[in-house]
């Protein structure tokens, strides 16, 4: 059974629906690749899952921990190739000011962070920089 249903919605903009929740994503091209950017690109939505999926694997730790991840922020940045267009390195910087938890249990979410599903099926050409700052 399928989970996400696509279409073309015309100059170069595509929208998809997660059949379960029903929510929709809009991408659009980027500006640098004849697009207008007024939306994520695919490849924006790629490095965006990587960041997500690092944290949602903290946050299966954190509350089998009975932990909160509550103030935990990230910022992503995507670095293009341009020869073959593709993803060169994604940059996930975790910024965490007040972190809960003895240094082994932020050490056991770093960890986990980084054995997420996105990191471990992402093409191992593709550069994942991680920065914790807690």
Known sequence: MATIKSSYEGNLRTKM???QSG??????????NNGKGEAFSPTDTVAAALGSCMVTIMGIVAERDGMSLLGLTWEITKVMQSDPRR??????EFHWEKPVGSPAFLQKLKNAAKTCPVALSLHP???QTVHFNF
Do not use: F, G, N, R
Request: proline residues 5%.
């Open 23 to 32: 929510q929709e994503v809009i991408t659009d091209a980027p500006l640098d």
């Open 125 to 127: 050409d593709i550069k």
């Open 87 to 92: 993803i060169a390195e994604v940059i996930v």
């Open 17 to 19: 629906i997660h059949l």
